[in-house]
């Protein structure tokens, strides 16, 4: 937990600043009893008045200056923790962007979403504590101290009651840490359901499973209940055990000290001043507890934070990559690629090699699992090969910049992605830079310039999360519409069409061949009638190429191919 403290360096000032004022309201709370004991034994026993108000003004000074102190702690205290919450939010956020889909699916969604939310939280939550962890173990320190200064004898019995409490602390913090540790987990799985759900909210209802998810729910709940009470029920055994010992105590403390009054032994004040101290001690061992509560759940989040920012990506830049030119011809090639994605028993697909030439289109089809978009994600290098190369103009992708390497690309997936805000931050997306009537060229060229129009507020109008106000092909077309926007040299198309009609999918790919004549253009197709007029077909067929060619060569001499066409096209269609 103190690796990510040091995250607190720019607070450096405001941490010594609350440091002293902190010690500076312990010392003023110390003297209190003192100056209290002084008035007893000294103005109220021998009458004197004008001692009395003396020194009650010195006693609110006192305390009017601790009280000072604490709201400016508190006020920097307050200051410095939602800064740290803020700084390690961005780091992990930052860590996590440069994770491979390797390091994603490996962590999973509703994990990554705990610890940066909830487990930063709690890791937070001790630097508001800051100002117990100062002023508890300096209370009970000089409670202790002007205690004993105060009668040596009577402070015995607070030298034996501290160590017993500490000892019933301790065990049953090792009792509580490990289930600090299992409580994250159980909101992960409260999470993980959570998210399935409501992603996935439209297929519940369709199969009517609603009562499954929320049995499902139930469970991951109850679950995470049981864990949390087990938990609050031995964090409760603190305080009775603390308040019963320490009661003990008191009553020892005012037999005891009855006697030694009653020989002349001790004054009153001083008796008084002893019980404040016994009561600052108790006051202190309080907050402690509740320091030793909340650092097993911290040191339990801050492992799971620590794990995160200690993955390091799959996905490795070369040190001092050149950065390829821009707006340039740029030509594929796959080298005998292989890949497994991790913990398969097969690889996705062997020994794929083929070559993708500036301004052609290269198709791929095949049957589903076949490997398709297994290829374009090894060319938008979200996983690494195992064997083989991808090379781009002759240079292999470990040896371009990430984000050179992605510029050149305009990629539209399968499941087109939209996020929250108006049609044309979205298709902005693609090029921040891009104007307005560059974004209205590239959404007319994606056939979404007419459903755009019609919208309340053009291209101005707001998307729902996901673009969930919109239709599937609506969807598509914008994602194209973004591809368009960035005029990359590679646009790869994963089975980007598949939404559309056949109308709109002809409009759309012969505008997309006047705007992207220049560029090599990779479409993963399910639709023959897609990739008819295409360069090259590449036909997959579990992993591994089953032919290349174009539709007239594939028709005679790849027996796959055949089939596809033969289950899609009519006779007539075929001749």
């Not at 803020?86 to 930052?94: A, H, I, Y």
């Not at 840490?177 to 959570?194: E, M, S």
């Not at 620590?306 to 830049?317: A, H, M, N």
């Amino acid at each position: 937990m103190f690796k990510l403290f040091r995250l607190l360096k720019p607070y450096r000032v405001s941490v010594a600043a609350i440091i002293v004022l902190m010690l500076a309201q312990s010392l003023a709370q110390l003297y209190l009893p003192t100056l209290l004991s002084d008035i007893v034994d000294v103005g109220v026993l021998k009458g004197d008045v004008p001692y009395i108000l003396l020194y009650g003004a010195y006693m609110l000074l006192v305390a009017m200056g601790a009280m000072a102190c604490v709201i400016v702690a508190s006020y920097l205290l307050a200051k410095t923790a939602t800064g740290f919450g803020r700084d390690l939010r961005r780091k992990l956020f930052s860590h996590v962007e440069s994770f491979s889909l390797h390091e994603f699916d490996k962590l999973g969604t509703s994990s990554l979403i705990t610890r940066t939310t909830n487990d930063i939280a709690q890791v937070q939550q001790v630097i508001v504590m800051m100002r117990m962890f100062i002023g508890a173990p300096t209370m009970l320190i000089g409670g202790v101290i002007m205690a004993t200064y105060k009668d040596t004898h009577l402070a015995l019995v607070l030298i034996a009651v501290i160590p017993i409490l500490i000892l019933a602390i301790i065990g049953i913090m090792r009792k509580g840490l490990p289930l600090f540790k299992v409580l994250q987990v159980k909101i992960d799985g409260i999470n993980l359901v959570l998210r399935e759900h409501l992603t996935g909210i439209r297929v519940i209802r369709a199969f009517n499973r609603s009562g499954h998810e929320k049995s499902k729910f139930e469970k991951a709940n109850l679950d995470y209940t049981q864990t949390a009470i087990k938990v609050n029920t031995l964090m409760a055994t603190m305080m009775p055990i603390m308040m019963l010992v320490f009661n003990l105590g008191i009553v020892v403390i005012l037999w005891y000290g009855g006697l030694r009054i009653d020989q002349n032994q001790m004054q009153i004040g001083d008796l008084m001043a002893f019980i404040q101290y016994a009561m600052q001690i108790m006051f202190s061992m309080f907050m402690m507890t509740m320091i030793f509560m909340m650092i097993p759940r911290a040191s339990a989040s801050s492992v799971r934070i620590l794990e995160i920012l200690g993955l390091q990506s799959t996905i490795l830049e070369a040190e001092a990559a050149p950065s390829p030119a821009l707006h340039q011809p740029a030509a594929i090639e796959f080298h005998h690629v292989t890949f497994r994605y991790p913990g398969a028993e097969q690889p996705a697909i062997r020994d794929i090699s083929f070559r993708a030439e500036p301004g052609e289109v290269t198709a791929i089809i095949g049957g589903t699992g076949s490997g398709k978009s297994t290829l374009i994600h090894l060319l938008l290098r979200f996983y690494d090969v195992d064997t083989g190369a991808i090379t781009i103009d002759g240079q292999p992708l470990p040896q371009l910049p990430l984000e050179s390497l992605r510029q050149r690309i305009g990629y539209v997936p399968q499941k087109a992605a939209l996020f929250s805000g108006t049609v044309a931050d979205n298709i902005r997306f693609g090029c921040e830079s891009a104007t307005d009537a560059e974004i209205a060229q590239a959404a007319e060229t994606a056939q979404a310039a007419g459903f755009i129009a019609e919208l309340k507020d053009g291209y101005q109008s707001v998307l729902s999360q996901g673009g969930a106000n919109l239709s599937g092909g609506q969807k598509q077309r914008l994602a194209i519409a973004r591809a368009l926007a960035r005029k990359p040299d590679i646009y790869v198309f994963d089975d980007s069409f598949s939404a559309l009609d056949f109308k709109t999918d002809a409009k759309l790919r012969a505008a997309l061949k006047a705007e992207t004549e220049q560029a090599t253009k990779i479409i993963v197709a399910q639709r023959v009638s897609t990739i008819l007029d295409a360069n090259r077909i590449i036909v997959l067929e579990d992993g591994r190429i089953a032919g290349i060619g174009t539709h007239e060569e594939l028709l005679q001499s790849c027996s796959v191919y055949q089939e596809i066409v033969a289950s899609q096209l009519s006779e007539e269609e075929i001749a």
